[in-house]
């Protein structure tokens, strides 16, 4: 005969009412969610014994989180993105589709507004770092060509900032263009290098009180939309980065890691940078048609 554990019985009751209070809920998918989290969130707590200061040392963390939260920082996708919980949706919702370029985090500083540039244009705007020239084609699975696909693209400059971390509110490294005729896409940024995510926050307490480092590798961010497509969220990392293996985020895959060129005094494939450093990289990025199902979850 098994005993119960003191106070089975009372938690079970509490956990219990709690899911009669969802009963009514007109929305099977949202009942569905909402069982399903009160029932883990009930396990866990149960699972670990949450003491009364551990609950309000979590209480306190999220309200950290959302201070902290504005149109500039988003610290709950920062927290979704070092448990590993981004990556896990991304691995969810990821099409199925044979060769579709695959996806990783979104990250935070993604900014509505950026500013377009021309095909082959300078999406750097003044970003300190070394010129790179960044090119491919945007692809559907069958290797055809995609025009007027939209790229978005942002990444931080040679300090390891993105320009919403400045407080002067300037642009750069950041902007979107459209494909050519031919899928082809082009554009100058600089050479992205290795930085911490932000941790002088609650996040970054997490990761210090775990023995955990903040690094991610370094990257581009990538957001392509085209219709008939499903939206492409991913980046391309520089191949030999010492944090590949040790992401911060948990972003890395390896069909995303790209080689880079470097140059001096060379002319660049449209004339310019022949008399200092530049960097080049190549990627090309294969898009999901919309009806595409999903690697799990379909």
């Not at 978005?152 to 407080?167: K, N, S, T």
């Not at 896409?185 to 050479?191: D, E, G, H, S």
């Not at 008939?228 to 895959?253: C, E, S, W």
Request: proline fraction near 8%; charge should be negative.
């Amino acid at each position: 005969m098994s005993v119960e554990e003191p106070g089975g019985d009372r938690e079970q009751a509490v956990t219990d009412e709690v899911l009669a209070s969802f009963a009514k809920t007109a929305d099977p998918r949202l009942r569905q969610i909402m069982d399903s989290l009160v029932l883990h969130l009930h396990a866990f707590a149960r699972d670990v014994r949450l003491s009364q200061q551990e609950w309000d040392a979590g209480i306190d963390f999220l309200t950290r989180a959302g201070h902290l939260t504005d149109d500039r920082r988003q610290e709950f996708i920062l927290l979704s993105d070092v448990l590993g919980l981004s990556m896990l949706t991304v691995a969810i919702n990821e099409p199925k589709t044979p060769g579709a370029t695959e996806a990783t985090v979104f990250g935070p500083f993604f900014v509505d507004g950026a500013p377009e540039v021309p095909l082959g244009g300078d999406l750097g705007h003044g970003a300190a770092g070394t010129p790179c020239y960044v090119s491919g084609q945007v692809l559907s699975p069958d290797g055809g060509p995609v025009p007027g696909a939209r790229l978005d693209i942002w990444g931080a400059d040679e300090d390891g900032f993105y320009d919403v971390q400045y407080p002067d509110g300037h642009t750069a490294g950041r902007g979107w263009l459209r494909a050519g005729e031919h899928g082809d896409y082009r554009f100058w940024t600089v050479l992205p290098t290795p930085y911490p995510i932000p941790h002088d926050g609650p996040v970054g307490d997490l990761l210090t009180a775990t023995s955990r480092g903040p690094m991610r590798p370094a990257h581009l961010h990538f957001k392509v939309t085209a219709p008939g497509y499903r939206t492409l969220i991913t980046h391309i990392f520089v191949a030999g980065d010492p944090y590949l293996a040790n992401d911060a985020v948990f972003g890395v895959k390896d069909s995303l890691v790209v080689d880079v060129g470097h140059y001096r005094d060379t002319p660049a494939p449209d004339g310019s940078h022949g008399a200092g450093p530049w960097t080049r990289m190549g990627f090309d990025l294969v898009l999901a048609p919309e009806e595409a199902g999903f690697r799990a979850g379909a």
